[in-house]
């Protein structure tokens, strides 16, 4: 990942090359103990480890050809933004959440110190000049969610013009209402960005293209169900988190082949780790890439990850847009409806989520759930009391752990993790 | 024999076992060098099997012994050590020198637990800390604080906090037995909340080295309306609990 043949890349977006090389040889170290220290792993993942090893270089520089023939690239921090739009206008649309503890120090000039790490780090990497997607971006959409991001953004959009859609609050029919308004400003700024004009044909191709990545994210959590488990919920949690910066056909065609495998390998009973051991659920916040400090974690505690209720995870991919529509009207409408399905913890009421949960939990067969919620992040730490509370009236156990992107609280957690898989057993 | 070893941030224990019975006992301080503190423990011995926990337990791999090495986390040792010595156990109550457990048991198995977060706010060191200030050996710190009457509240369990509180008390002529008292009040009130997390019932098992300090003991009786030897209950010696779990762990099977 250190490859110096995209130097000069870097150097023109402006980085800071030194800890950017800093950064990417621990990225680097901490992807071969993590990742490649796996045993049995899928053919397939050799597409992960190559997207991954050329995260910041190769898609990169596919990103700079793409403005070169003239199309622009939208930076986005939540899945409330649609991408099928920004498809429809030839955009290319990459997410911007950060997972790494990088420029801290800084972000805290910005932000509050007890603002979540997946904020802090968006913004650290921006001011430590870190990040060669946020650079090469001609627009960065923020939105309204939680209060840490809405104040966020009113400060970020200093260093980083960030235009920002109105997420409502409820699903009221006036939420609603709001809601389309502000999908069809989006698609009027997308328009004026690029300069074309979204046909009902190219929104139509758009919803494809979205739906079918969907799918194939679909098909890979449906896959998991099996026992023994087929693929480990690292790998699993790296094809969502790279779903939001490869390019959504090769992508989608990727994953197709990699749950070809899969199905192969569960018709063989070849699993990632033998029948017997415990199966958790993942829910709670998105984990961003290289936020793959929990998964490691709990797959090295003896226990196999089944699926992740979050943004990174199922809330993105579980719903798709009614394809029926053939005006604009009618496709516009779809969107706002499978958008507004999504259950995120900035909502409220926001029921259907826990619902969603344990639903997920039995369609995996997860022996257990444990609820990760960032340090600092109100909404997802209200909704873990919830979702324990529903989770023990199905009779499903469930560890609650509240943690950031630090790694000094490692050992703590392996105890936790360690005694919850113990208690499973 | 079967050894269990729990390698804690301030002792280790051992427990050595044949036939389910403790044929050894003997507890070290962890010092800058568990490793070898753990080899002094095992000096002579010729375990069968050698079963760690604690917070250093993955130590007990790099001590190169001709015997089956295996792990368990300090929730299920506590959880197995507390069930034998009181079969009716409900609850177990672990404070150690830097963590805090509680631990919801049924049917002898923990079901559900809760520990204190990365500070050890609350814990054995909070104590062996506050009674640096008072300049009062930690084996004496409960007795002494046993002697206070009208204990001001202390605000803070953080240990750096704590410490200049009751610093400020005492620069306010508040009796120093009474600030102690007040220390030791702030401990049960975090330390209960725990318990009510994982939902507490009695009888409740008191583990742990702090454990031994009278003014906790008698202040959390209190606290969960129970009396020593009713409800709550008091191994003989609480710092080897977890030990005896852990050698129990293989001992059982
Ligand atoms: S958790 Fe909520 S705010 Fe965060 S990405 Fe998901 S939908 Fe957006
Ligand atoms: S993790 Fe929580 S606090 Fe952080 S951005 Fe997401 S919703 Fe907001």
Known sequence: ?425 | MIVGLDIGSRSIELVGMKNRVVVRAERVPTTFDPLSQCGKLLEGLRPDILVGTGYGRNLIERLALNCECTVITEIKAHALGAGHLFPEAATVLDIGGQDTKAIALSNGKAVKFEMNDRCAAGTGKFLEYTAGVFQIPIEEFGQYALKGENPPEISSICTVFAETEATSLMARGEQPESIALGLHKAIIKRTVNMLNRVGLRLPLVFSGGVANNPCVRSLLASAIDARENEGLLIPDSPDMVGALGAALHRANS
């Open chain 1, 1 to 425: 990942m250190t490859d110096s043949a995209h130097r000069e890349m870097w150097e023109k977006l402006d980085l800071d090359l030194e800890a950017h090389n800093a950064l990417l040889e621990v990225l680097g170290k901490f992807y071969g103990d993590i990742y490649m220290s796996q045993q049995n792993r899928l053919q397939g993942a050799e597409y992960l480890d190559f997207v991954l090893s050329e995260i910041h270089g190769l898609r990169i520089k596919e990103l700079r050809e793409a403005q070169a023939e003239g199309r622009k690239v939208v930076g986005t921090f939540c899945v409330f933004v649609p991408e099928e739009i920004t498809l429809a206008a030839d955009a290319v649309h990459v997410g911007l959440c950060a997972g790494a503890e990088a420029g801290t120090e800084l972000a805290e000039q910005l932000v509050p110190r007890n603002t979540c790490a997946l904020i802090k780090s968006f913004i650290g990497f921006k001011m430590a000049k870190l990040c060669p997607y946020t650079e090469s971006c001609d627009m960065i959409v923020g939105e309204t969610t939680c209060d840490g991001k809405k104040k966020a953004y009113e400060a970020f959009n200093e260093i980083a013009p960030t235009y920002i859609m109105e997420v409502p609050q409820t699903k009221t029919g006036a939420a609603r209402a709001l809601w389309k308004s502000e999908v069809l400003r989006y698609l009027a700024e997308i328009e004026k960005l690029t300069g074309r004009t979204i046909t009902p044909e190219k929104l139509k191709q758009g919803i494809r293209t979205v739906n079918a990545k969907r799918q194939a994210l679909q098909r890979l959590t449906a896959l998991r169900a099996a026992n023994p488990a087929p693929i480990s919920g690292r790998d699993a949690l790296l094809v969502n988190q790279i779903s939001f910066y490869d390019d959504p056909a090769r992508f989608t065609a990727k994953i197709n082949e990699l749950c070809d495998e899969l199905e192969k390998r569960i018709e063989a009973k070849d699993g990632i780790a033998p029948a017997k051991t415990p199966r958790l659920l993942l829910s709670g916040c998105p984990m961003a890439v290289p936020n793959w400090k929990l998964p490691y974690v709990v797959e090295s505690a003896g226990a196999v990850i089944v699926g992740e209720e979050s943004c990174i995870g199922t809330r993105n991919t579980r719903d798709l847009v009614d394809e029926s529509g053939e005006t604009m009207d009618e496709m516009i409408d779809a969107l706002v409806d499978r958008y507004l399905r999504i259950d995120c913890a900035c909502f409220t009421p926001n029921s259907e989520r826990l619902d969603n949960v344990a639903e997920l939990a039995k369609a995996t067969h997860a022996d257990g759930v444990i609820h990760y919620s960032l340090l600092f992040c109100q909404p997802y730490s209200h909704e873990a009391l919830k979702v324990d509370k529903t989770l023990a009236a199905e009779g499903i156990p469930m560890l609650s752990i509240e943690t950031d992107y630090s790694m000094e609280d490692v050992e703590q957690l392996k105890t936790r993790v360690e005694a919850f898989v113990e208690t499973l057993a």
